[in-house]
């Protein structure tokens, strides 16, 4: 069995494996990268593609494959979710470029090639995927050829939150021969949840006492709907006052319905709801315009790159008054908010605009931090780790936590690991 890391070798973004036997060949995942949309040129010759979740570095490079036409495999969610990203995606990027090769029905032949399984056998291979936690509908990939067994974590998280149990690390294989796993937070040991729950609605009232806008740039996916859900949560219980709550992301919006459609990937709770994701406290709207201030806004993109974020961000930035709050711990390194919270300005348009509104980072995405990673190789007992999805120092650093328990690699890009 041959092991490619064609990307997400070293970085974040692009994720994408090849495993090839001498019967088949499959990708798991298939990313595109945050910067660039379609910069990855991963081989098309799969047999099947196994997607752990529905974000677009995991997901993106999809449309490439919708002529060649392979399996895809993934759990509802991850299908309908996915379908919706790369046509908001193929939407934006046809406005952009008049050469974009690709269009809504390249997303919709995705669709109709994809699999809803848990348990799928192929060629000299079987393939079950296990809940990972990190988003609605994650999946971790256990494959199982040639005698030798494989896990796969994508990304994910064993805490649970507020919507999402996390990952069951008892319900995995021991002793896999090989364990690929994200390295995102291999660094970082996170305060616990709780901790960072009570500081997020701290930071909020405070704002709010204050009468300040709360921006809060969130992913359209699965982030937007726990927030939304979590503020609308919090007002009921008293634990914030009443205030004028936004969503603004038709994407996330269209999400919020299928949430609602398949209560089944959420906790028991959420089940019992009739409507969960309807909200009493926090109104969808379509512009930014028909904000009443001071409000708590949260919206899209969740890196500031444009939408509402960005509009909302140059807005409300020269306001000392106002609150930005990141709940993402990574900003790509070209990102508005990036130079917000780092420089205290940014560059819109050739403008430059100074910050004097609070920006804070509370790190509450559904990752593994290092405390996380290292229970699960303990548990595990893997043979051999292979480390990806992480910038290099985040994988040195969980390197050195657990290379007395498994043999690790970090490969680089294009490398293969023979088992
Ligand atoms: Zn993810």
């Known amino acids: 069995m041959k092991i490619t890391v064609h990307g997400g070798a070293r970085e974040i973004g692009g994720s994408c494996i090849g495993v090839q036997t001498k019967d088949c060949k499959i990708a798991l995942d298939y990313g595109t990268k945050f910067e660039e949309s379609s910069s990855n040129h991963f081989p098309e010759d799969f047999d099947a593609v196994i997607i752990s979740h529905a ?26 979710v996915t379908v919706a990203l790369l046509k908001d995606m193929i939407k934006v990027q046809n406005q952009n470029d008049y050469n974009y090769p690709y269009f809504p029905h390249n997303a919709n032949a995705i669709s109709r090639h994809w699999w809803v399984r848990d348990y799928v056998a192929l060629p000299g291979m079987t393939i079950k995927l296990h809940p990972a936690g990190h988003v609605a509908g994650a999946r971790m990939t256990r494959l199982n050829a040639e005698n030798k067994e494989v896990l796969y974590t994508g990304d994910f998280c064993v805490h649970d939150s507020e919507i999402l149990e996390g990952c069951n690390i008892e319900a995995l294989p021991k002793k896999p021969d090989v364990l690929i796993a994200e390295s995102t937070y291999g660094g970082k040991v996170r305060s616990p949840r ?45 634990l914030l006052p009443r205030y004028h709550v936004y969503t603004i992301s038709n994407l996330a919006n269209k999400i919020t319905g299928y949430f609602n459609e398949n209560k089944e990937f959420f906790i028991k709770k959420i089940q019992r709801q009739k409507q969960p994701f309807k909200y009493s406290h926090v109104k969808h709207l379509y512009r930014t315009g028909q904000i009443k201030e001071p409000a708590v806004v949260i919206c899209t993109s969740g890196f ?7 509009r909302l961000l140059k807005d409300w930035a020269e306001d000392e008054n106002n609150l930005v709050l990141l709940t993402s711990g990574y900003l790509p390194p070209d990102s508005p908010l990036k130079y917000a919270k780092e420089e205290r300005k940014f560059r819109n348009n050739g403008d430059e605009i100074s910050v004097k509104a609070e920006i804070e980072q509370i790190e509450l995405s559904g990752h593994a931090d290092q405390l996380e990673l290292v229970q699960m190789v303990e548990k595990l007992k893997p043979k051999r780790t292979i480390l990806v999805h992480g910038d290099i120092e985040q994988s040195q650093a969980l390197s050195k936590e657990i290379q007395e328990m498994t043999e690790v690699c970090i490969p680089e890009k294009g490398e293969t690991i023979a088992i």
């Not at 974000?55 to 309908?80: A, C, F, M, N, Y």
């Not at 204050?210 to 359209?220: E, W, Y």
């Open 55 to 80: 974000h677009l570095d995991h997901s993106g490079q999809l449309l490439s494959l919708s002529k060649k036409k392979p399996v895809i495999v993934g759990s509802k969610i991850t299908r309908e």
């Open 194 to 238: 709780n901790e960072l729950i009570d500081e997020f609605f701290m930071r909020v009232l405070t704002a709010m006492e204050r009468k300040g806008n709360v921006l809060i740039p969130t992913f359209a996916f699965h982030r937007s709907q726990e927030m939304a859900k979590r503020i609308d949560d919090a007002v009921k219980n008293g």
């Open 304 to 310: 500031g790159h444009a939408g509402a974020s960005l």
